[in-house]
């Protein structure tokens, strides 16, 4: 079989050497031919990730049978998007395998355990995101950034509550 390698980390303080050799080694052990080594470094949410299109555009040529990555969330962490592009690795008769979680999508059990995985990476996701945005209620000085920790500046005008689906009262002309 034919692999493409997929490598992704989210800051340029950190590098791909790590997941690059665990795929190498996988795909030694499994006498897997290496098609080539995709790497990004961008964060996972990101619509854009060069090597990643990239490498989709070359299994929509049928240049590789399957995508390995070391683990799910690499490739992405939103189920949906993530069953989309099963779905489309599928069509192309291209194998997804992460090789941590000791997923293949060529049996029915991968497959399931893919789809399980995918929606607990999601709902830990969505648990941090909670976190995040009830510290920044609490705690106003959360949030600083540069070398002087000034506080972030606020765009347009007074803001009442986070975005949670509550809309801020109107202000009534008196």
Known sequence: MKVAIYCRVSTGDQNTEHQEK???KYCEVHNYEIYKVYSDVITGTSQSRPAFNEMLND?????????????????????KHLLSLIE?????GVHFIAVDQNLDTSSSTGILILQVIGAIAEFERNLISERTKAALVDNPHVGKRGKDKKPRQKRGGKRDTLDLGIKPKKETNK
Not at 61 to 74: E, G, H, M, S, T
């Open 88 to 92: 489309e690795f599928k069509n192309k």
């Open 59 to 79: 299994m929509r040529k049928y240049k590789f049978n399957a995508i390995a990555v070391v683990k799910l969330d690499r490739l992405g962490r939103s189920l």
């Open 22 to 24: 665990a795929l190498r």
